[in-house]
């Protein structure tokens, strides 16, 4: 059966924006009046290229002590020295790269609109492999020392050799008939590999073969038509503290346990973005612009943070403590970790954010839909 794709950010665009002729439609909340506790230092900015503009892709930024990676829509893959931002090389590829980057072990990740997997050098971008799959890749891979795995859009795993890209096994799941455009990321954590499905579904599987160990639904379809029943697991998965944290689209957030696939706790509730985790707190943007603090032990709710209501928000990130989003006017926000109040502002780009931003600590780096990227910090006013 032919897969029918919905954009994300249609699909919150359908949910969120207000119209005249839907009674339910809500209006975006303003930008909130607040006390800066930090100021925003711009330690750097560039022009990577051409950015995603209009196109419904994520591109988000991969970065490592030795650089930042970034590519653009015209298939131009560059690499900037992650403290002063010099341009260390310009690979122009000739792809649609619609996959995002994993940068690390010597090799730059991406994968294209047609369906191939490719290496670079992450020292000077020169091609080292690429290998063609089943459909369009819309998410970077899981990468170790000696694999790559991928999930492409019609929710097969691949897992390639890294250093020729050679397929070493492969595994399918079943998609639904409507799916959002987009794919869950695997991760690969103790001889496992963890991967989420568009049917809500979470799987572990073993490193070596691809073998099932085990499976858990952890998002039920609700409702008649197949638009109320859309469950897809669209983001990264969390795997730590023994635990395996996975949000879905009109499902929940909910933590499985690593070894059994057992449930501990589940939270309703609506995503489709970047997760992040800081010291025993799951951070969570969700569909309807509301941020949330959730006690990775218990699923109990910290703190709600919805002055952000309505502003259509990219995943989050944690800087130094400080939960990060940006929305769709090109606006940064930090909200602190503890108490949920907003911190901090800058606008990075009025055409918003090509994806989520991406935290190494004390410095966040940010690409937007036109194509600046830019390193940020945080100054204790």
Not at 63 to 73: I, N, Q, R, S
Not at 99 to 112: K, P, Q, S
Not at 117 to 122: D, G, K, P, Q, W
């Amino acid at each position: 059966m032919r897969k029918l794709l919905l954009l994300p950010v249609l699909m919150a665009s359908l949910l969120l924006a207000a119209c005249s002729t839907n009674p339910n439609a809500i209006e975006p909340n303003p930008l909130p009046d607040f006390d800066a506790e930090y100021s925003v230092k711009k330690l750097w900015s560039r022009s990577a290229g051409k950015g995603v503009k209009k196109r419904f892709i994520s591109l988000r930024p991969a970065v490592t002590d030795e650089g930042v990676y970034v590519a653009d829509l015209e298939g131009k893959v560059t690499a900037y020295d992650p403290m002063k931002g010099k341009r260390q090389w310009r690979k122009k590829t000739g792809d649609q790269i619609t996959g995002g980057l994993y940068a690390g072990f010597g090799v730059v990740i991406y994968g294209t609109r047609s369906g191939y997997a490719v290496a670079l050098s992450e020292e000077d971008g020169s091609e080292l492999w690429r290998h063609q799959l089943s459909s369009e890749i819309l998410a970077p891979p899981a990468v170790n020392a000696a694999m790559a795995v991928f999930q492409v859009q019609d929710d097969q795993v691949y897992a390639l050799d890294l250093d020729t890209g050679e397929q070493l096994w492969q595994f399918e799941d079943q998609a639904p008939s409507l799916i959002l455009r987009g794919s869950a990321v695997p991760v690969i954590a103790d001889d496992r590999v963890y991967v989420a499905f568009a049917s809500g579904k979470v799987m572990a599987l073993d490193e070596r073969t691809g073998t099932p160990l085990w499976e858990r639904r952890v998002a039920e379809p609700q409702g008649r038509s197949e638009l109320e029943r859309l469950v897809d697991i669209n983001n990264n998965l969390i795997v730590e503290g023994g635990g395996v944290f996975a949000s879905s689209y009109q499902g929940s957030v909910s933590v499985l346990d690593e070894e059994s696939g057992q449930p501990y706790w589940r939270k309703d509730m609506s995503t489709f973005d970047t997760m992040d985790s800081y010291l025993g707190v799951l951070y969570v943007a969700d569909s309807k612009g509301n941020v949330w603090a959730i006690d990775q032990r218990t699923g109990d709710s910290l703190w709600k943070q919805d002055l952000l209501y309505g502003r259509d928000l990219t995943g989050v990130a944690v800087q130094d403590g400080q939960v990060v989003v940006g929305d769709k006017k090109g606006y940064l926000h930090w909200i602190d970790g503890d108490s949920g109040h907003i911190t901090a502002r800058r606008r990075h780009h009025r055409k918003g954010f090509a994806a989520a931003p991406v935290s190494t600590g004390d410095v966040l780096y940010v690409y937007g839909r036109k194509g600046r990227l830019s390193a940020y910090e945080l100054i204790p006013r």
